[in-house]
């Protein structure tokens, strides 16, 4: 939608083939976006394939953008029953398993992926088409974020953040069990002496939740850690943060490190998946590798230790991430993928 949005201001008509009754089309119509509604039932729903075959004979769109498979298959089916197609571009953000060539090299013209680490990860099968594959990082809507930082947080997470001193440390991401909580929770018990007012709050859901409860318990950090649950605005937590976190221990890309980064708050992440695309090491934050509590704690230290060099690399990577993933940027890339110009 926020591609729409960039796209339309810049002179393009666009439109949202969504499924009926779903929530993806309930913000497209708050926010005034052309909305076609459509089954996606299956990877080969025929009514669905037929609406859009019409609506592109009708239309005459110059680039369809499709995401999951179900989008895509019947996209892309859909588009070889007209006789002068929109170029199909696939947007993908993980790669399950080994890559089919096929799904690269003939269902779509293109795919664009968030980093480098994942066009590497798909070219693990020699039969997938390099030159079919672009690395399009994503765009951040950056008035947004700074509007959002300022917004107020839940009177509870607020009151717990009041109630004492000592810095903060936010960790977003789901609570799965690649997003590195429990090395968070390790390092932060190994510093315990050196550091007992560091606070830690955890910003997310999933499964792990009764499990990461459990070691808060079992380590005994039940008053300097806080399970926040989803916030939304992020931002708003975000920028209250001395230190903002990504443990994990795989990450395509990742977001809130460049988010943390655009708004001046100072990262810590792992030195995994795509995450170096957004960090570099003591230029723009600090990386520690994934999984190994010792580093962690040792990089923490670190970082804790010298605030005022923190804030430095963070106001380096504010400029860096700023222009790398931009909006502007990122619709300038699809374009050019697609052949396209501004204004057109």
């Known amino acids: 939608m926020q591609q729409m949005a960039v796209m339309q201001a810049n002179g393009f008509q666009t439109a949202l083939a969504c499924r009926l009754g779903s929530r993806v089309e309930e913000v497209a119509r708050e926010k005034g976006l052309n909305v076609l509604t459509l089954g996606f039932r299956n990877s080969f729903d025929i009514r669905t394939i037929l609406i859009l075959r019409e609506w592109i004979a009708r239309n005459r769109p110059l680039l369809a953008i499709c995401h999951s498979g179900h989008d895509t298959n019947n996209l892309a089916i859909a588009a070889r029953l007209v006789k002068s197609r929109p170029f199909l571009l696939r947007s993908r953000t993980y790669q399950p398993g080994k890559a089919r060539a096929f799904s690269y090299n003939r269902l779509v013209d293109a795919t664009m992926l968030p980093s480098g680490y994942l066009k590497g990860c798909l070219l693990a099968n020699p039969k997938v088409q390099s030159e079919r594959l672009h690395v399009v990082y994503p765009g951040i809507d950056f008035a947004a974020l700074d509007q959002n930082a300022s917004s107020a947080l839940p009177p509870p997470l607020e009151t717990w953040l009041m109630r004492k001193g000592g810095p903060i440390i936010v960790h977003v991401a789901m609570l799965r069990g690649e997003k590195g909580h429990m090395t968070l929770l390790s390092a932060l018990h190994d510093l315990r002496e050196r ?150």
Not at 207 to 217: D, K, L
Not at 242 to 255: A, I, K, N, W
Not at 266 to 293: F, K, Y
């Open 195 to 344: 550091w007992p007012d560091v606070r830690y709050v955890i910003a997310g859901e999933g499964g792990e939740r009764e499990r990461i409860n459990s070691e808060i318990r079992r380590l005994g950090l039940e008053s300097r850690v806080y399970m926040a649950g989803m916030i939304s605005p992020v931002a708003s937590l975000i920028s209250r943060s001395d230190l903002l976190v990504m443990p994990s221990s795989y990450e395509p890309l990742g977001m809130a490190q460049i988010e943390a980064l655009a708004l001046g708050v100072p990262v810590i992440a792992s030195r995994t998946g795509g995450i170096p695309e957004t960090v570099e090491h003591a230029a723009t934050g600090l990386l520690a590798d994934p999984n190994q509590v010792a580093a962690w704690a040792s990089v923490l230290d670190e970082a804790l230790s010298n605030p005022e060099r923190m804030r430095t690399l963070a106001r380096a990577g504010r400029e860096v991430v700023r222009q790398r993933f931009s909006s502007e940027m990122n619709m300038r890339e699809i374009l050019r993928i697609a052949g396209l110009e501004l204004g057109r």
